[in-house]
C-alpha cells in the first residue's frame, strides 16, 4: 500500500532537494578547480547556466518526432519522483510502500530508456553511437543496485524492500555489519560514477564526440529541454550522494542535531572523494568500463557471501 507522509518536511525536503542540487554539483566543480590550481567558477555558477538555457528558445530538428520533445519531461519527472521515494535525512520519504527501491531503480532506468531513445530519434551517428554506448553500460550498472539493496534488505531483515525501512534499521553494534555497511557503500559511489558519467567512466565536460556518453546524447538538445536534462543530471547525482550517506545511518547512534551534522559533513566528505578522482584520474578506455562495473558487483557479491557465512 503507497503511503504519502503527512509530515510536510518531507515535501520542503524535495523542495530544498531541487535547490540544492545544483548548489552541490557547483561545490564539487569548485573543488576540482581549487585542486587544479584554479580559482575555478562561483559554486552557484551551475544556477546561472541553469537560468540562461531555461530563457533560451528551444530548436528542434527537422527529423525529430515526438520522442524528442517528450524524452526531456519524462527524464525529468522521472527522476523527481525517485527522489520523492528517497528518505532524506531523519525526515520519511514523501511516497512510500513495500518494494519501492525497485520501483527507484525502474524509474531511473525509464529516464535511461528515453533518453536513449532521444538520441535515437534525430538520426545523428554521433548521438546513436552514445545511446548505444549507454544501453551497454547500463546492462552492467544495474544488477549493482539490485545487489546492493537487496542484500542490504536480507541482512536487515526486512522482505519489504522500503527504503525507509532498510535505513532505520543499519546499525553499527556488529564488527561484520560495519564491515559490510562500508563495502555497499563503495559499491554504490561507484554506481554512482557510471550512471551520473562521471570520471573514470565518462567526462561530463568533454566535447570530444567520439569518446562521450551521456553528453553526446543530448547535443541536439537545447533551451529548455537542455535545461530539464542538466536539472535531472544534478539531481540523480545528489541522489546517489545521499544514499551512500544515508548508508553510513548516523541517526542510529547520535541525536538528531548531530546526526543531521554528521550527514551534512558525509555529503561534503562525498563531494571532495568526487572532485579528488575527477582531478587526479583519467577516464577509462571504453572497454574498460565494464570491468570496472563488474568489479562493483563482484565485491557486491562477496560482501553477502562473507556476511552470510559469518552468521
Known amino acids: 500500500m503507497v503511503e504519502f507522509s503527512t509530515n510536510p518536511v518531507s515535501w520542503l525536503g524535495f523542495l530544498l532537494f531541487a535547490v540544492g542540487a545544483p548548489l552541490w554539483m557547483g561545490i564539487v566543480n569548485k573543488l576540482?578547480?581549487?585542486?587544479?590550481?584554479?580559482?575555478?567558477?562561483?559554486?552557484?555558477?551551475?544556477?546561472?547556466?541553469?537560468?540562461?538555457?531555461?530563457?533560451?528558445e528551444t530548436v528542434y530538428s527537422r527529423s525529430a518526432s515526438f520522442i524528442t520533445r517528450l524524452a526531456p519531461v519524462i527524464v525529468w519527472n522521472t527522476t523527481a519522483l525517485a527522489v520523492l521515494i528517497l528518505p532524506i535525512g531523519p525526515f520519511?520519504?514523501?511516497?512510500?510502500?513495500?518494494?519501492?527501491?525497485?520501483?527507484?531503480?525502474?524509474?531511473?532506468?525509464?529516464?535511461?530508456?528515453?533518453q536513449i531513445l532521444a538520441g535515437l530519434d534525430v538520426a545523428?551517428?554521433?548521438?546513436?553511437?552514445?545511446?548505444?554506448?549507454?544501453?551497454?553500460?547500463?546492462?552492467f550498472a544495474e544488477p549493482i543496485f539490485f545487489f546492493t539493496f537487496g542484500s542490504l534488505a536480507l541482512v536487515t531483515g526486512h522482505a519489504s524492500l522500503s527504503?525507509?525501512?532498510?535505513?532505520?534499521?543499519?546499525?553499527?553494534?556488529?564488527?561484520?555489519?560495519?564491515?559490510?555497511?562500508?563495502?555497499?557503500?563503495?559499491s554504490i559511489f561507484f554506481l554512482m560514477l557510471a550512471e551520473c558519467s562521471r570520471i573514470p567512466v565518462d567526462d561530463p565536460n568533454?566535447?570530444?564526440?567520439?569518446?562521450?556518453?551521456h553528453e553526446v546524447m543530448i547535443l541536439d538538445a537545447s533551451g529548455f529541454d537542455l535545461f530539464l536534462y542538466q536539472h535531472a543530471a544534478s539531481l540523480k547525482?545528489?541522489?546517489y550522494a545521499l544514499l551512500v550517506a544515508s548508508l553510513l545511518n548516523p541517526?542510529?547512534?547520535?541525536?538528531?542535531?548531530?546526526?543531521?551534522?554528521?550527514?551534512?559533513?558525509?555529503l561534503g566528505v562525498i563531494a571532495v572523494v568526487?572532485?579528488?578522482?575527477?582531478?587526479?584520474?583519467?577516464?577509462f578506455r571504453l572497454v574498460l568500463v565494464p570491468q570496472f562495473l563488474l568489479y562493483a558487483t563482484i565485491i557486491g557479491v562477496l560482501n553477502i557471501l562473507i556476511f552470510t557465512i559469518s552468521h
Not at 578547480?33 to 533560451?56: E, I, M, N
Open 32 to 56: 576540482k578547480a581549487r585542486l587544479s590550481g584554479r580559482c575555478g567558477p562561483s559554486v552557484f555558477q551551475t544556477f546561472y547556466d541553469l537560468a540562461r538555457l531555461a530563457r533560451k
Open 92 to 114: 520519511p520519504p514523501a511516497i512510500s510502500f513495500s518494494g519501492d527501491f525497485i520501483l527507484l531503480a525502474y524509474l531511473l532506468g525509464t529516464g535511461r530508456f528515453f
Open 124 to 139: 545523428s551517428s554521433f548521438q546513436g553511437m552514445g545511446a548505444s554506448r549507454e544501453a551497454r553500460f547500463a546492462v
Open 163 to 186: 527504503l525507509q525501512s532498510i535505513f532505520k534499521d543499519i546499525a553499527w553494534d556488529q564488527p561484520f555489519f560495519a564491515v559490510f555497511i562500508v563495502i555497499s557503500s563503495i
Open 206 to 213: 568533454t566535447h570530444l564526440e567520439l569518446t562521450m556518453i
Open 237 to 239: 547525482v545528489l541522489l
Open 251 to 266: 541517526f542510529s547512534w547520535l541525536n538528531l542535531f548531530d546526526g543531521t551534522l554528521f550527514f551534512i559533513a558525509s
Open 274 to 283: 568526487l572532485a579528488l578522482i575527477e582531478t587526479l584520474m583519467a577516464r
